[in-house]
C-alpha cells in the first residue's frame, strides 16, 4: 500500500488558521505554523483535486515522498518541483482564479486554461477534465470550505489522504 497522510487544519481561538500539520504513515510530520488565511481553501483545493482526479504525485504526493512545506518554495531545498509531478498545482490554480474572481469557468474554458499552463511545462501530461471530475471537484471544495468555515475555534480539521485513492464523499 502507498504511503499515505493524515492532514489536520488547526483553527485557533480568534477562528483563523493556527496551524497545518501533515502526519506521515512512517511518523514524520510537517507543519506549518500560522499560514495566511488563503491556505485553507487552497489546501483543501488540493485535496480535493488530488483525490478525485487519483494523483499519486501532487502536492500530497510529494509529502508523502518525504517533502516538507519549506521544500515548496525559495530557495528549493530539494529543487524544483519534479518534471513528473502530476498537474495539481495548475489545476489548483485555475480553481484559486475562479474563487478569486467569483467566475466559474466552462469546462472547455478550465481544459483550455490548462493545456496552456501545462504547455509551459516540458513533459508534463496533458489529460482533459470530464464533466462529471469537475462537478465532483467543485462539490468536495465547496463541502470542504463549509466543514473548515463551520470548524469551531480551537478545533482541528483531520482528512486522510493516500495517493492515487479516491477521497471521502
Given amino acids: 500500500m502507498p504511503a499515505s497522510l493524515q492532514l489536520r487544519l488547526k483553527k485557533g481561538s480568534d ?13 514524520s510530520v510537517t507543519v506549518m505554523r500560522n ?4 491556505f485553507p481553501i487552497h ?9 478525485t482526479l487519483h494523483h499519486r504525485r501532487g502536492f500530497y504526493g510529494l509529502v508523502c515522498e518525504g517533502w516538507n512545506f519549506e ?6 531545498p530539494r529543487g524544483r518541483l519534479p ?3 502530476a498537474p ?7 480553481f484559486d482564479l475562479e474563487r478569486a474572481t ?10 483550455r486554461s490548462l493545456r496552456e499552463k501545462l504547455a509551459e511545462r516540458p513533459g508534463a501530461a496533458v489529460r482533459p477534465i470530464s464533466l462529471a471530475e469537475l462537478d465532483t471537484i467543485r462539490r468536495r471544495i465547496s463541502d470542504y470550505a463549509a466543514r473548515w468555515r463551520a470548524l469551531p475555534p480551537g478545533e482541528t480539521l483531520t482528512l486522510d489522504f493516500t495517493p492515487g485513492e479516491d477521497g471521502p464523499e
Avoid: C, K, Q
Fill in 15 to 27: 477562528g483563523r488558521i493556527a496551524s497545518f500539520a501533515l502526519h506521515r504513515a512512517d511518523g
Fill in 83 to 85: 518534471a513528473d509531478i
Fill in 102 to 111: 467569483g467566475f466559474p469557468m466552462s469546462l472547455d474554458e478550465l481544459n
Fill in 71 to 76: 521544500d515548496f518554495g525559495s530557495p528549493w
Fill in 88 to 94: 495539481a498545482e495548475s489545476i489548483v490554480g485555475l
Fill in 43 to 51: 489546501d483543501l483545493t488540493h485535496y480535493a483535486v488530488e483525490t
Fill in 35 to 38: 499560514p495566511h488565511a488563503f
